[in-house]
Protein backbone atom coordinates (compact mmCIF):
# COMPACT_ATOMS: atom_id res chain seq x y z
CA UNK A 1 0.00 0.00 0.00
CA UNK A 2 2.81 2.55 0.77
CA UNK A 3 4.44 1.67 -1.93
CA UNK A 4 1.25 2.90 -4.44
CA UNK A 5 1.41 5.83 -2.68
CA UNK A 6 4.46 6.64 -3.03
CA UNK A 7 4.28 6.19 -6.97
CA UNK A 8 1.28 7.91 -7.33
CA UNK A 9 2.87 10.83 -5.17
CA UNK A 10 5.37 10.20 -7.50
CA UNK A 11 3.55 10.30 -10.87
CA UNK A 12 0.26 12.57 -9.82
CA UNK A 13 1.51 14.35 -7.54
CA UNK A 14 5.34 15.69 -8.11
CA UNK A 15 4.95 16.95 -11.49
CA UNK A 16 1.63 19.38 -11.38
CA UNK A 17 2.34 20.65 -7.98
CA UNK A 18 6.28 22.14 -9.71
CA UNK A 19 4.51 23.90 -12.53
CA UNK A 20 2.01 25.33 -10.33
CA UNK A 21 5.39 26.73 -8.09
CA UNK A 22 6.59 27.90 -11.24
CA UNK A 23 3.43 29.72 -12.38
CA UNK A 24 4.78 33.45 -12.79
CA UNK A 25 1.71 35.18 -11.14
CA UNK A 26 2.77 33.11 -7.81
CA UNK A 27 6.10 33.12 -8.35
CA UNK A 28 6.33 36.86 -8.85
CA UNK A 29 4.06 37.41 -5.42
CA UNK A 30 6.36 34.80 -3.98
CA UNK A 31 9.52 36.83 -4.96
CA UNK A 32 7.96 40.43 -4.39
CA UNK A 33 6.98 39.56 -0.64
CA UNK A 34 10.06 37.47 0.00
CA UNK A 35 12.26 40.81 -1.10
CA UNK A 36 10.37 42.68 1.54
CA UNK A 37 11.82 39.99 4.14
CA UNK A 38 14.89 42.17 5.18
CA UNK A 39 12.70 45.22 5.88
CA UNK A 40 10.23 43.27 8.15
CA UNK A 41 13.01 41.68 9.59
CA UNK A 42 14.81 44.85 10.70
CA UNK A 43 11.69 46.89 11.14
CA UNK A 44 10.13 44.52 13.72
CA UNK A 45 13.30 44.42 16.31
CA UNK A 46 12.39 47.77 16.87
CA UNK A 47 9.43 46.68 18.59
CA UNK A 48 11.76 44.41 21.19
CA UNK A 49 13.37 48.00 21.55
CA UNK A 50 10.29 50.02 22.05
CA UNK A 51 9.23 47.19 24.68
CA UNK A 52 12.13 45.48 25.95
CA UNK A 53 11.60 42.06 27.80
CA UNK A 54 13.02 44.19 31.23
CA UNK A 55 11.07 44.65 34.18
CA UNK A 56 8.63 47.60 34.00
CA UNK A 57 10.10 50.07 37.09
CA UNK A 58 13.79 49.41 35.12
CA UNK A 59 15.44 52.15 33.66
CA UNK A 60 15.68 50.74 30.31
CA UNK A 61 12.10 49.96 30.28
CA UNK A 62 11.35 53.32 31.74
CA UNK A 63 13.62 55.40 29.20
CA UNK A 64 11.81 52.77 26.20
CA UNK A 65 8.48 54.10 27.40
CA UNK A 66 9.07 57.98 27.37
CA UNK A 67 10.90 57.84 24.02
CA UNK A 68 8.53 54.93 22.28
CA UNK A 69 7.19 57.45 19.65
CA UNK A 70 10.90 57.88 18.10
CA UNK A 71 11.80 54.13 18.85
CA UNK A 72 8.98 53.44 16.51
CA UNK A 73 9.22 55.53 13.46
CA UNK A 74 12.01 53.24 11.88
CA UNK A 75 8.95 50.04 12.39
CA UNK A 76 6.41 52.87 10.75
CA UNK A 77 8.50 53.57 7.92
CA UNK A 78 9.34 49.49 6.95
CA UNK A 79 7.48 47.32 8.06
CA UNK A 80 3.89 49.14 9.21
CA UNK A 81 4.01 49.96 4.55
CA UNK A 82 5.67 46.91 4.14
CA UNK A 83 2.85 46.41 1.17
CA UNK A 84 4.26 49.44 -0.35
CA UNK A 85 7.48 47.88 -0.81
CA UNK A 86 5.42 44.16 -1.74
CA UNK A 87 4.10 46.20 -4.70
CA UNK A 88 7.00 46.95 -6.33
CA UNK A 89 9.04 44.32 -5.71
CA UNK A 90 5.61 41.89 -7.20
CA UNK A 91 5.65 44.48 -10.17
CA UNK A 92 9.45 44.20 -10.86
CA UNK A 93 9.55 40.67 -10.92
CA UNK A 94 6.29 39.88 -13.16
CA UNK A 95 7.66 42.33 -15.55
CA UNK A 96 11.13 40.64 -15.50
CA UNK A 97 9.27 37.47 -16.32
CA UNK A 98 7.62 39.31 -19.55
CA UNK A 99 11.10 40.42 -20.43
CA UNK A 100 9.97 43.59 -19.79
CA UNK A 101 11.83 46.47 -18.07
CA UNK A 102 11.27 45.74 -14.39
CA UNK A 103 11.96 48.81 -12.75
CA UNK A 104 9.30 50.19 -14.82
CA UNK A 105 7.25 47.58 -14.03
CA UNK A 106 7.70 48.22 -10.31
CA UNK A 107 7.04 51.80 -10.50
CA UNK A 108 4.14 51.26 -12.39
CA UNK A 109 2.80 47.99 -9.84
CA UNK A 110 3.41 51.17 -7.07
CA UNK A 111 1.65 53.87 -8.91
CA UNK A 112 -1.47 51.46 -8.89
CA UNK A 113 -1.30 50.32 -5.27
CA UNK A 114 -0.99 54.10 -4.40
CA UNK A 115 -4.30 55.06 -6.33
CA UNK A 116 -5.85 53.12 -3.86
CA UNK A 117 -5.43 55.26 -1.44
CA UNK A 118 -7.16 58.60 -0.76
CA UNK A 119 -5.03 61.37 0.58
CA UNK A 120 -6.85 63.44 2.99
CA UNK A 121 -6.01 67.07 3.81
CA UNK A 122 -5.39 68.06 7.35
CA UNK A 123 -5.55 71.74 8.60
CA UNK A 124 -2.25 72.64 9.54
CA UNK A 125 -0.30 70.06 7.64
CA UNK A 126 -1.70 69.29 4.25
CA UNK A 127 -2.54 66.07 2.13
CA UNK A 128 -1.59 63.28 4.29
CA UNK A 129 -1.93 59.85 2.89
CA UNK A 130 -3.46 57.53 5.46
CA UNK A 131 -0.72 54.97 6.39
CA UNK A 132 -2.91 52.11 7.39
CA UNK A 133 -3.63 49.71 3.77
CA UNK A 134 -0.04 50.59 3.15
CA UNK A 135 1.32 47.63 5.82
CA UNK A 136 -0.10 44.27 5.82
CA UNK A 137 -4.06 45.20 5.59
CA UNK A 138 -3.73 46.10 2.08
CA UNK A 139 -1.05 43.42 0.74
CA UNK A 140 -4.04 41.42 -0.97
CA UNK A 141 -4.76 45.05 -2.86
CA UNK A 142 -1.05 45.64 -3.44
CA UNK A 143 -1.16 41.79 -4.88
CA UNK A 144 -4.43 43.20 -7.45
CA UNK A 145 -2.96 46.17 -8.31
CA UNK A 146 0.95 45.39 -8.39
CA UNK A 147 -0.83 42.49 -11.29
CA UNK A 148 -3.25 44.39 -13.07
CA UNK A 149 -0.73 47.36 -13.76
CA UNK A 150 1.82 45.02 -15.29
CA UNK A 151 -0.70 42.90 -17.53
CA UNK A 152 -2.07 46.27 -18.81
CA UNK A 153 2.20 47.07 -19.60
CA UNK A 154 2.52 43.99 -21.27
CA UNK A 155 -0.58 44.27 -23.51
CA UNK A 156 0.38 47.57 -24.63
CA UNK A 157 3.60 46.72 -25.05
CA UNK A 158 2.60 43.66 -27.47
CA UNK A 159 0.09 45.31 -29.41
CA UNK A 160 2.58 47.81 -30.19
CA UNK A 161 0.68 50.69 -28.22
CA UNK A 162 3.92 52.29 -27.32
CA UNK A 163 6.36 55.63 -28.00
CA UNK A 164 9.54 53.58 -29.50
CA UNK A 165 12.48 55.87 -29.68
CA UNK A 166 15.46 55.98 -32.66
CA UNK A 167 18.12 53.35 -31.15
CA UNK A 168 20.05 56.43 -30.83
CA UNK A 169 18.64 57.34 -27.48
CA UNK A 170 20.01 55.69 -24.26
CA UNK A 171 18.04 52.86 -23.02
CA UNK A 172 17.26 54.40 -19.49
CA UNK A 173 15.62 57.41 -21.90
CA UNK A 174 14.03 54.56 -24.38
CA UNK A 175 12.92 52.73 -21.39
CA UNK A 176 10.79 55.55 -19.80
CA UNK A 177 9.44 56.76 -23.27
CA UNK A 178 7.96 53.23 -23.52
CA UNK A 179 6.30 52.96 -20.53
CA UNK A 180 4.53 56.67 -21.05
CA UNK A 181 1.25 54.90 -22.79
CA UNK A 182 0.87 52.06 -20.23
CA UNK A 183 1.12 54.66 -17.33
CA UNK A 184 -1.17 56.95 -18.63
CA UNK A 185 -3.45 54.18 -18.94
CA UNK A 186 -3.13 52.82 -15.16
CA UNK A 187 -3.14 56.27 -14.08
CA UNK A 188 -6.60 57.02 -15.81
CA UNK A 189 -8.20 53.94 -14.91
CA UNK A 190 -7.75 54.11 -11.36
CA UNK A 191 -8.62 57.18 -10.92
CA UNK A 192 -11.54 56.53 -12.98
CA UNK A 193 -12.18 53.32 -10.69
CA UNK A 194 -10.88 55.09 -7.22
CA UNK A 195 -12.01 58.56 -7.63
CA UNK A 196 -14.77 58.69 -10.12
CA UNK A 197 -16.78 55.68 -9.08
CA UNK A 198 -15.56 55.61 -5.73
CA UNK A 199 -14.78 52.26 -5.32
CA UNK A 200 -13.26 50.96 -1.72
CA UNK A 201 -10.58 48.63 -2.74
CA UNK A 202 -9.24 47.89 0.84
CA UNK A 203 -13.28 47.64 1.85
CA UNK A 204 -13.75 45.00 -0.64
CA UNK A 205 -10.94 42.83 -0.68
CA UNK A 206 -11.48 42.93 3.15
CA UNK A 207 -14.54 41.85 2.98
CA UNK A 208 -14.04 38.94 0.63
CA UNK A 209 -10.90 38.02 2.48
CA UNK A 210 -11.73 38.16 5.68
CA UNK A 211 -13.00 34.30 6.22
CA UNK A 212 -9.79 33.24 4.66
CA UNK A 213 -7.64 35.06 6.93
CA UNK A 214 -10.04 34.27 10.10
CA UNK A 215 -9.95 30.61 8.93
CA UNK A 216 -6.00 30.66 8.75
CA UNK A 217 -5.77 31.60 12.18
CA UNK A 218 -7.70 28.67 13.36
CA UNK A 219 -6.10 25.27 14.66
CA UNK A 220 -7.42 23.45 11.45
CA UNK A 221 -5.74 26.37 9.21
CA UNK A 222 -2.99 25.84 10.63
CA UNK A 223 -2.77 22.27 9.83
CA UNK A 224 -3.21 22.35 6.59
CA UNK A 225 -0.55 24.31 5.17
CA UNK A 226 1.86 22.08 7.63
CA UNK A 227 0.61 18.74 5.98
CA UNK A 228 0.24 20.05 2.41
CA UNK A 229 4.40 21.51 3.00
CA UNK A 230 5.73 18.33 4.27
CA UNK A 231 3.50 16.25 1.40
CA UNK A 232 5.00 18.53 -1.28
CA UNK A 233 8.38 17.73 0.19
CA UNK A 234 7.81 14.25 0.36
CA UNK A 235 7.20 14.58 -3.19
CA UNK A 236 10.47 16.18 -3.71
CA UNK A 237 8.59 19.59 -4.07
CA UNK A 238 10.03 22.73 -2.00
CA UNK A 239 6.48 22.98 -0.07
CA UNK A 240 7.17 26.27 1.28
CA UNK A 241 7.53 27.83 -2.30
CA UNK A 242 4.35 26.41 -3.63
CA UNK A 243 1.97 26.71 -0.40
CA UNK A 244 4.44 29.97 0.77
CA UNK A 245 3.10 31.85 -2.56
CA UNK A 246 -0.42 31.35 -1.48
CA UNK A 247 -0.05 31.60 2.30
CA UNK A 248 2.75 34.45 2.77
CA UNK A 249 0.17 37.24 2.09
CA UNK A 250 -1.99 35.89 4.96
CA UNK A 251 0.83 35.19 7.17
CA UNK A 252 1.95 38.93 6.50
CA UNK A 253 -1.98 40.24 7.41
CA UNK A 254 -1.66 38.24 10.65
CA UNK A 255 1.64 39.46 11.52
CA UNK A 256 0.75 43.23 10.53
CA UNK A 257 -2.15 42.79 13.19
CA UNK A 258 0.03 41.68 15.77
CA UNK A 259 2.88 44.12 15.32
CA UNK A 260 0.18 46.98 15.22
CA UNK A 261 -1.51 45.69 18.65
CA UNK A 262 2.15 45.18 19.94
CA UNK A 263 3.00 48.96 19.18
CA UNK A 264 -0.11 49.68 20.98
CA UNK A 265 0.90 48.16 23.89
CA UNK A 266 -1.74 45.13 23.61
CA UNK A 267 -1.01 42.26 26.42
CA UNK A 268 -2.44 39.90 24.29
CA UNK A 269 -1.59 40.09 20.67
CA UNK A 270 -4.65 38.96 18.24
CA UNK A 271 -3.52 36.50 16.14
CA UNK A 272 -1.57 32.91 17.06
CA UNK A 273 -0.58 31.91 13.50
CA UNK A 274 1.73 34.38 11.59
CA UNK A 275 4.46 33.32 9.71
CA UNK A 276 7.38 33.04 12.41
CA UNK A 277 4.39 30.65 14.75
CA UNK A 278 5.20 28.32 11.82
CA UNK A 279 9.13 29.11 11.78
CA UNK A 280 9.83 28.78 15.16
CA UNK A 281 7.22 26.56 16.98
CA UNK A 282 6.72 23.79 13.87
CA UNK A 283 9.48 23.86 11.31
CA UNK A 284 12.08 23.48 14.03
CA UNK A 285 15.17 22.37 12.13
CA UNK A 286 13.53 23.12 9.03
CA UNK A 287 10.29 21.23 6.80
CA UNK A 288 9.30 18.48 8.85
CA UNK A 289 10.62 19.53 12.30
CA UNK A 290 14.10 17.77 11.21
CA UNK A 291 16.11 18.98 14.23
CA UNK A 292 14.87 15.38 15.81
CA UNK A 293 15.74 13.31 13.31
CA UNK A 294 19.41 14.92 12.77
CA UNK A 295 20.16 15.21 16.34
CA UNK A 296 19.28 11.09 16.35
CA UNK A 297 21.25 10.36 13.60
CA UNK A 298 24.35 12.57 14.81
CA UNK A 299 24.65 10.82 17.77
CA UNK A 300 22.78 7.31 18.14
CA UNK A 301 22.82 6.52 15.12
CA UNK A 302 25.40 2.66 14.83
CA UNK A 303 25.87 2.77 10.87
CA UNK A 304 28.61 5.09 9.36
CA UNK A 305 26.47 6.57 6.35
CA UNK A 306 23.68 7.25 9.27
CA UNK A 307 26.23 9.20 11.50
CA UNK A 308 27.93 10.55 8.65
CA UNK A 309 25.21 11.94 7.57
CA UNK A 310 23.97 13.44 11.17
CA UNK A 311 27.32 15.13 11.99
CA UNK A 312 27.07 16.84 8.39
CA UNK A 313 23.47 18.03 8.41
CA UNK A 314 23.67 19.17 12.32
CA UNK A 315 25.14 22.34 12.02
CA UNK A 316 22.88 23.57 9.11
CA UNK A 317 19.92 21.54 11.18
CA UNK A 318 20.67 24.22 14.53
CA UNK A 319 19.80 26.75 11.84
CA UNK A 320 16.81 25.45 10.33
CA UNK A 321 18.43 24.68 6.77
CA UNK A 322 17.53 20.94 6.08
CA UNK A 323 18.30 20.47 2.49
CA UNK A 324 21.17 18.23 3.17
CA UNK A 325 19.48 15.62 4.99
CA UNK A 326 16.36 15.58 2.87
CA UNK A 327 18.08 14.89 -0.12
CA UNK A 328 20.84 13.24 1.79
CA UNK A 329 18.79 10.46 3.81
CA UNK A 330 16.56 10.90 1.40
CA UNK A 331 13.39 11.89 2.79
CA UNK A 332 12.06 12.29 -0.43
CA UNK A 333 9.98 9.63 -1.22
CA UNK A 334 11.26 7.53 1.37
CA UNK A 335 8.43 5.42 2.87
CA UNK A 336 10.17 4.80 6.26
CA UNK A 337 10.80 8.71 6.93
CA UNK A 338 7.86 10.32 5.30
CA UNK A 339 5.35 9.25 8.28
CA UNK A 340 7.49 11.20 10.99
CA UNK A 341 8.15 13.84 8.57
CA UNK A 342 4.32 14.90 8.73
CA UNK A 343 3.64 13.82 12.13
CA UNK A 344 6.22 15.80 13.72
CA UNK A 345 4.85 18.89 12.69
CA UNK A 346 1.91 18.15 13.28
CA UNK A 347 2.10 17.19 16.85
CA UNK A 348 4.20 20.47 17.40
CA UNK A 349 1.46 22.68 15.62
CA UNK A 350 -1.21 21.08 18.17
CA UNK A 351 0.82 21.45 21.00
CA UNK A 352 1.89 25.17 19.92
CA UNK A 353 -1.05 25.97 19.37
CA UNK A 354 -3.13 24.97 22.34
CA UNK A 355 -0.19 26.84 24.33
CA UNK A 356 -0.84 30.11 22.40
CA UNK A 357 -4.32 29.60 22.73
CA UNK A 358 -4.16 29.49 26.71
CA UNK A 359 -2.28 32.07 27.03
CA UNK A 360 0.04 29.99 28.33
CA UNK A 361 2.96 31.76 25.73
CA UNK A 362 3.23 34.80 23.62
CA UNK A 363 2.46 34.88 20.56
CA UNK A 364 4.58 35.95 18.11
CA UNK A 365 5.32 39.56 16.59
CA UNK A 366 8.46 39.80 15.39
CA UNK A 367 9.86 38.11 12.55
CA UNK A 368 13.21 37.31 13.88
CA UNK A 369 16.05 35.66 11.16
CA UNK A 370 15.01 32.20 10.02
CA UNK A 371 18.28 30.93 10.14
CA UNK A 372 18.67 31.75 14.14
CA UNK A 373 18.47 28.49 16.50
CA UNK A 374 15.39 27.93 17.68
CA UNK A 375 15.28 28.58 21.29
CA UNK A 376 16.53 32.38 20.23
CA UNK A 377 14.33 32.57 17.41
CA UNK A 378 11.49 31.44 19.36
CA UNK A 379 12.32 34.05 22.40
CA UNK A 380 13.01 37.07 19.66
CA UNK A 381 9.24 36.26 17.91
CA UNK A 382 7.62 36.74 20.58
CA UNK A 383 8.90 39.89 21.97
CA UNK A 384 11.43 38.42 24.75
CA UNK A 385 9.01 35.95 26.37
CA UNK A 386 10.99 33.19 28.21
CA UNK A 387 8.66 30.74 28.43
CA UNK A 388 9.03 30.94 24.26
CA UNK A 389 12.57 29.23 25.05
CA UNK A 390 10.42 26.15 26.77
CA UNK A 391 7.89 25.90 24.24
CA UNK A 392 10.48 25.64 21.45
CA UNK A 393 12.45 23.22 23.39
CA UNK A 394 9.64 21.17 24.26
CA UNK A 395 9.27 20.56 20.42
CA UNK A 396 12.41 19.62 19.81
CA UNK A 397 12.32 16.94 22.49
CA UNK A 398 8.65 16.08 20.95
CA UNK A 399 10.27 15.50 17.41
CA UNK A 400 13.18 13.28 18.34
CA UNK A 401 10.71 10.93 20.36
CA UNK A 402 8.45 11.08 17.64
CA UNK A 403 11.08 10.60 15.24
CA UNK A 404 12.99 7.87 17.01
CA UNK A 405 10.99 4.23 15.98
CA UNK A 406 11.77 5.68 12.16
CA UNK A 407 15.12 6.79 12.83
CA UNK A 408 16.05 2.78 14.15
CA UNK A 409 14.33 1.25 11.17
CA UNK A 410 16.37 3.73 9.03
CA UNK A 411 19.63 3.05 10.87
CA UNK A 412 19.08 -0.71 11.06
CA UNK A 413 18.64 -0.87 7.33
CA UNK A 414 21.80 0.93 6.23
CA UNK A 415 24.22 -1.24 8.91
CA UNK A 416 22.37 -4.25 6.93
CA UNK A 417 23.40 -2.51 3.83
CA UNK A 418 26.89 -1.90 5.35
CA UNK A 419 27.35 -4.92 6.41
CA UNK A 420 26.17 -6.83 3.32
CA UNK A 421 28.76 -4.88 1.29
CA UNK A 422 31.67 -5.69 3.81
CA UNK A 423 30.42 -9.18 3.40
CA UNK A 424 31.46 -8.94 -0.46
Not at 245 to 270: F, Q, Y
Not at 339 to 360: C, D, G, Q
Request: charged content about 10%.
Amino acid sequence: MMDKFMTWLDEKFSTPMAKLAEQRHLRAIRDGIVATLPIIIVGSFFLILAFPPVPKDSAIAIWAAENIVKILLPYRLTMYIMSLYAAWGIGYSLSRSYNLDGVSGGNLAVVAFLMTIIPQAIDGIGWVLPMANLGGAGMFVAIITSILAVEIMRLMNKSGFKITMPEQVPASVARSFEALTPTAVVVILMTIVSVVLEFDWHGFIAKIMAPLVSTSDTLPGVLFPVVLITVFWSAGIHGVSVVGSIARPIWTVLLDANTAAAAEGAKVLPHIAPEPFYQWFIWIGGSGATIGLVLLLAFASKSKYAKTLGRTALAPGIFNINEPLIFGAPIVLNPILIAPFILAPVVNTIVSYVAMSMELVSRPSVLAPWTLPGPIGAYLATGGDWKAIVLNLICIVLSVLIYYPFFKLYDNKQLELETEELSN
